[in-house]
């Protein structure tokens, strides 16, 4: 191992907790000795409790091809399913685990309990199907299905518990953050399931903890990815209305702390999300895997739970709302700096729309495989920010890792101004200031660098895939058919080319990125 990996793990260790490295090592060591411990406790079909789904996860399982599509691909089982199959990376393989098609819209009681015998059939040979955190979503997947069909099943109820008891044990403190959330949420449900106190007070007890940690003083939670806040908030709904459907067996000592917590989170995403309902782009979020903002606050409303006047703050995101523009800026720092898993490059990056519609965007994710186009969609060049020669404001690497990281080290805001400054290429002496300023018609972004460097910076304006090729005009690129013109007074040269924007997982489009070489300053005038 040569001394830039040695450095590279050096850097991204330094920022782990204790705890997760003490548990990496300690479930390595256990689980290749002794394996899962699963109970042989077994249940009566007496459990019942109340269950009527608010919201329906996306169709993912067709019945008469045996045909299941997860992050846009489809694969057809025509003899058997394969719970273990791993031709398209494992994320598709924990989406087949998860079981998220019970709660489709279309599936009826009869197929779901098909499908989860077969399951049961192969549960011997399950491998990721036996890993926590799908045994989380799958578990609250299974209660919701069984629940809200009254099936009761003395198979079915004791394969569910022997995985609860896989998970009791192997909660991810190795990894925290939403994995952790996800394992508490999910033994709650178990808990009330099968009325069992000691899950009760380990899943009360992570919750009370975590959400106490992972949600920031303004809403957001801590990993700062849009998408997985609105799949954290769709939980913590969920929580509630189990809770509160079933109060007979527990006093409702969580409910109050989970509303007020939920409340937060509803007003950071009635921050975040745009006019025309979607999220900003950023930290891992693509489409058609969380909730809608819309679904969401639906449900929260029929909760009773409201959004709240708080100001966004020390998640770093900001939004402005301008006559007919929307404008969202990141000045904030990687979060969090012990779980970076679904962070980017991305320091003082922004999105910009206009009558509702996308027009600077961020690039998105397409997948999460370690490969080259993971590198990419995670790296400077991918964001609206500005990059100094071949080095990375950020040390993003091996598909969730972070190493050296930029630090917001200067933050400054006033009623139509933001300024910020970071400190991502301070080991090459630059510093990287951007100033945004904005009127009713009108965005300035002031780039500058602390010293020159040698025409080596380039500012980054990654287009959305529905606006055609703009015109380059001397130092302006014009957007005809939106009647947008890009004024760049510093600019050395103006080259518009070709990028991937992603859509969704494994599907992109085609689209324009502006891409401007400057030297030390660089004003870009927004006419809108």
């Given amino acids: 191992m040569d001394i830039n990996k040695i450095n590279l793990f050096i850097n991204t260790i330094i920022y782990l907790k204790p705890i997760q490295i003490y548990y990496r090592i300690y479930y390595f060591v256990r689980n290749k000795i002794f394996g899962y411990n699963l109970s042989t406790k077994t249940f009566s079909n007496s459990n019942s409790i109340s269950w009527k789904n608010t919201l329906r996860n996306n169709n993912s399982y067709i019945n008469k091809k045996n045909t299941f599509t997860f992050l846009n691909i489809s694969y057809s089982f025509l003899k058997k399913i394969d719970w273990n199959y791993n031709g398209f990376g494992k994320l598709w393989l924990y989406n087949l685990n998860y079981f998220d098609f019970l709660n489709q819209k279309n599936i009826s009681k009869e197929t779901g309990i098909i499908l989860i015998k077969d399951f049961i059939n192969n549960n011997i040979f399950l491998k990721e199907g036996k890993e926590p955190y799908p045994i989380s979503v799958r578990g609250i997947n299974w209660v919701k299905f069984l629940s809200s069909n009254n099936i009761k099943n003395k198979l ?4 569910l518990y022997n995985h609860y008891c896989i998970l009791f044990k192997n909660f991810e403190y190795h990894l925290l953050g939403n994995h ?5 949420f999910s033994l709650l449900f178990g808990a009330y399931y099968f009325q069992d106190e000691k899950f009760y007070i380990k899943s009360k007890n992570l919750l009370l903890s975590e959400l106490d940690k992972q949600l920031m003083k303004d809403g957001a939670h801590f990993e700062l990815s849009p998408m997985y806040h609105q799949i954290i908030l769709s939980r ?3 929580s509630i209305r189990l ?3 079933n109060s007979s067996w527990k006093k409702n000592d969580l409910i109050l702390f ?7 989170m509803i007003t950071w995403l009635n921050n975040i999300t745009y006019n025309n309902g979607s999220i900003p782009m950023v930290n891992d979020a ?14 929260a409303k029929k909760l009773g739970i409201k ?7 020390d998640s770093g995101y900001r939004k402005v709302k301008c006559n007919n523009y929307e404008l969202f800026i990141d000045v904030g720092n990687i979060g969090p700096s012990y779980q970076p898993g679904h962070a980017h490059s991305d320091t003082l990056n922004f999105e910009l729309s206009k009558d509702n519609k996308p027009i600077i965007v961020d690039k998105g994710i397409s997948t999460y495989n370690n490969n080259y186009i993971r590198q990419i969609e995670r790296s400077t060049q991918s964001h609206n920010t500005v990059k100094i020669g071949s080095k990375e404001q950020t040390q993003v690497w091996g598909g969730f890792r972070v190493a050296k990281r930029a630090k917001i080290i200067s933050l400054s805001e006033k009623n139509n101004c933001i300024k910020a400054t970071h400190d991502g290429y301070l080991r090459d002496g630059f510093s990287h200031e951007r100033s945004f300023i904005w009127s009713e018609n009108e965005l300035i972004i002031k780039d500058k660098i602390s010293k020159s460097t040698e025409n080596k910076a380039i500012a980054f304006f990654h287009l959305h895939h529905s606006i055609p090729k703009p015109i380059i005009n001397n130092k302006r690129v014009i957007i005809k058919s939106l009647g947008i013109s890009i004024e760049y007074d510093g ?6 080319d070709n990028y991937k924007l992603s859509v969704g997982f494994n599907k992109t489009r085609s689209a324009s990125v502006i891409k401007i070489v400057f030297n030390q300053y660089l004003n870009t005038k927004i006419l809108l």
């Avoid at 989970?258 to 937060?264: F, N, P, R």
Wanted: no cysteine.
């Fill in 243 to 245: 809770i509160e459907l």
């Fill in 258 to 264: 989970l509303k007020q917590k939920a409340s937060l």
């Fill in 286 to 299: 693509t489409f058609n895997i969380a909730p809608n903002s819309s679904d969401l606050f639906h449900y």
């Fill in 156 to 159: 079915i109820n004791n394969i």
């Fill in 307 to 313: 959004s709240q006047y708080i100001p966004l703050s």
């Fill in 180 to 184: 952790l959330l996800e394992n508490g």
């Fill in 491 to 496: 600019a050395i040269d103006i080259n518009i």
């Fill in 236 to 238: 913590l709904l969920d």
